[in-house]
């Protein structure tokens, strides 16, 4: 076999003494190659990206260990092991991702989901506890994860998401057609506000925005800058440009004791605090993420 163009060191087509791979031997291979690669969790990487060529969950894998791989077997995980040495985070070379309890497709198209914001999600739905809010307003969704987990969470709630790009549009469209939430969530091409009907009125607005200085983007681990949509990270106005217009635009779409929650940088909730009660919010809350950081802001109409 060719050898050109692939990581020498993760795996060869057969092991010394011209004994073919068992995927343990892949396994450890690929783990050996991330870890030279400063890949955190090798191991982990590894399992899943052999397990995902081969069609396994990972306890599947485990029964598996001593199984022989086939030459057609072991191209399908190079491929994959080339992208992740490489530096394609570990979502896209998946092709998917968990979150508040969904599988989502995930790729180029829009920002991984991240735990902070599904965090947030959970702080959200247990906020408002049996109050369900019957119409929700997902700004910049992205994959939709958000907009589909509430969805999920509330099966009364009226959900409609916005994006400014059409191609996470579609991303968040796929998704939502393959939880079977396709006529609960309506997805609307939109920058922010701008075709929100000027009539139409919600009990929660939440959203993701970009909130990174360009500073902050250019320091970003290289997956983050190379790989994701800068336009979903970073924000003018050292990182309150999205935020500020939120605010101040998400008032004339609120029910009387509607809400807002919005995902923030930390060190952003001094700022956002005299910002929203500039225009007029009548209660703010700053919320610590699990880590100890300002994460997340709750302001009322």
Known sequence: MPRHGRPETTMSETAQGGRPLSVLEVIRK????????????????AELLVGQSLGLKRMQLYLQFERVLAEPE???IRQLVRRRGLGEPLQYVLGEAEFHGLKLKVDRRALIPRPETEWMVHTVV???GTAHPAAVLDLGTGTGAIALALATAWPGACVTAVDLSGEALALATENAQALGL???VSLVQSDWFSQVPAEA??????ANPPYLSAEETEKAPAEVREHEPAAALTAGDGGLADLRHILKGALRHLNPGGWIALETGPGQHAELRQIAGEYGWTRFESLRDLAGRDRCVLAWA
């Open 182 to 184: 396709g006529t609960r």
């Open 201 to 206: 009125r919600f009990d929660l607005v939440v």
């Open 126 to 128: 247990e906020r408002a």
């Open 30 to 45: 690929s783990s050996d190659f991330f870890a030279a690669k400063g890949i955190e969790s090798p191991r982990l990487n």
């Open 74 to 76: 072991l191209a399908k």
